[in-house]
């Protein structure tokens, strides 16, 4: 079992541009998540899916886009890339939304400059 | 509104030595609580939960945490630190009741606290 992978590990991008980020996960679980972290802030929801083809914005959705054609992955898109969106991206997933442990992905790193 | 403090940025702490991290919540109703740890470069991984039951509850890596009501606290301790067990630690809450399709299940995450044990 991979459990939950993420790629890229790392990214550097300009302003302006776009690209997705992937999450996948074997675990058959069906409510996943996308958090970004920055310095001293934890972590905040972006959005986050309850099952395939649902979907629902979390905290800080804007700037972002999610699909969830699948039980199995949970892209995040960034359209038009800012300094802002700087940060490390965590995607999780959990069996049982709030009952049950989360469980995280190694992260992207990701610069915009 | 919702919301967790750990109002320690970071815990200094001699190998041996109890350790405790503070986390306090404010939340209308019951809490589930969870405790979590994040190794440099890594995703955070589970250390414990309080669900209902028992206040003390024991977790993963010899960590346990207490649940107090009246003092809306759920500290992280540990009869004596190692160094391996430098990382940051993440409080999290979330409400115990779960509207399908709403956002009261998700986490609330607090800022971390880092850890860190001297030899």
Sequence with gaps: NAGVTQTPKFRILKIGQSMTLQ??????????????????????????????????????????????STTEDFPLRLELAAPSQTSVYFCATSLISGLGEQFFGPGTRLTVL | AQSVAQPEDQVNVAEGNPLTVKCTYSVSGNPYLFWYVQYPNRGLQFLLKYITGDNLVKGSYGFEAEFNKSQTSFHLKKPSALVSDSALYFCAVRLKKVNYGGSQGNLIFGKGTKLSVKP
């Design chain 1, 23 to 68: 999450c996948t996960q074997d675990m058959n679980h069906n409510y996943m998540y996308w958090y970004r972290q920055d310095p001293g802030m934890g972590l905040k929801l972006i959005y986050y899916s309850v099952g395939a083809g649902i979907t629902d914005k979390g905290e800080v959705p804007n700037g972002y886009n999610v699909s969830r």
